[in-house]
């Protein structure tokens, strides 16, 4: 029984976090090696641009990925 309370408590919090966020512009502060994504013109259909967060006097990662439609969700980036 404690094994079954377990995995449902793990499965609700494992979850959400499988998720990704896709925002419709590239955020001004990005932390260190954080990764965030953007639907971006730059990027053929079916792609997202790919930010990875930089040390200080370093350039942003920029890269063109594929996500799968059921792990990314649209939102809207507040600046």
Known sequence: MRALAFGLV????????LARTV???EPL???PYEVAFVQD?????GK???VTGAIR?????KACVTLAAEQASMAIATP
């Open 10 to 17: 793990f499965s609700a919090v494992a979850l959400p976090c």
């Open 23 to 25: 925002l419709k512009s």
């Open 29 to 31: 502060v990005l932390a």
């Open 41 to 45: 013109a730059s990027c053929p259909i």
């Open 48 to 50: 997202v641009l790919k």
């Open 57 to 61: 006097g370093l350039h942003r990662r």
